[in-house]
């Protein structure tokens, strides 16, 4: 029955029918080529000569460009494995060769030079605003040249034809007798070192054995395959030998200069 107002309580629900939508396999991506250094070696090459003016230490006679450039190749073949390779190339490279070259310059230029290239002291030539000239009147020099000098003099070697004044005095000085100053150095030794310590100096430093010789004369054996026979003794005496040796030399307990 129908109410009064003409409309049911309770209508019939429409029945509503459901879309199911069909499952479509997933299309997967096929995976980019990973690169390889060799791959790119023609950028890296390019990249490294746009950067040949960064290149401007020409006090080191015995290191060029081109051995720059191979130390670049090497140095960035072997951070490949860091590159990340959804990003550009060429900003990663850039910052490898930059960074290689500051490193190359201060580890062969930079560590080793005089500290008065730096100081804000320093004035033309060889002057210097506060002890009128660069000398060992200043700490920071005197500290250089106690300490780095001589590996500054080593790393970077000066034209002949410009110092011919100390080119000439080095070679009239009273040449180096080796032979008197292995001498000295031999007897000294023989008075401080252990009687296993010497015998292992005499034959290898006097009668000038080979270790295994020396392992044979010391009757030492080895159980250990592929092993020379008293391999590990020979090396534990001859570091104990080399120890004692720079002792004697560094606190002048033997003139042979």
């Not at 023609?42 to 006090?59: G, P």
């Not at 110092?163 to 007798?177: C, K, M, P, R, Y």
């Not at 006097?206 to 395959?225: F, N, S, V």
Request: net charge positive; glycine share 2%; charged share 30%.
């Amino acid at each position: 029955m129908k109410p009064k107002d003409g409309k049911l309580k309770n209508p019939p629900k429409k029945r509503t029918t459901k879309v199911v939508k069909k499952k479509t396999a997933s299309v997967k991506k096929p995976r980019a080529k990973k690169l390889k250094f060799e791959d790119c070696i023609t950028q890296i090459d390019t990249e490294i000569i746009k950067r040949k003016n960064k290149w401007n230490l020409t006090a080191l006679a015995w290191m060029d460009f081109d051995d720059v450039s191979q130390i670049l190749r090497i140095h960035i073949f072997k951070k490949w494995h860091l590159y990340d390779q959804t990003k550009k190339l060429t900003p990663w490279i850039n910052r490898i060769i930059s960074n290689q070259i500051k490193n190359l310059i201060r580890n062969n230029y930079g560590n080793y030079v005089r500290p008065c290239v730096k100081c804000a002291a320093a004035e033309g030539d060889d002057l210097c605003a506060i002890y009128k000239k660069q000398s060992v009147s200043c700490p920071l020099f005197k500290n250089w040249y106690k300490n780095k000098k001589s590996a500054y003099d080593t790393k970077l070697p000066i034209a002949l034809e410009n110092h011919s004044q100390e080119a000439f005095s080095i070679q009239n000085q009273g040449s180096f007798d080796m032979d008197s100053a292995s001498g000295k150095l031999h007897e000294k030794m023989e008075s401080i070192l252990k009687a296993n310590e010497w015998l292992v100096y005499k034959f290898l430093y006097i009668d000038h054995l080979t270790e295994e010789q020396a392992a044979k004369k010391m009757g030492y054996k080895t159980t250990e395959k592929n092993r020379s026979p008293g391999y590990k003794q020979i090396k534990n005496l001859k570091k104990s030998i080399i120890t004692k040796v720079r002792k004697v030399i560094s606190n002048d307990e033997v003139d042979i200069f």
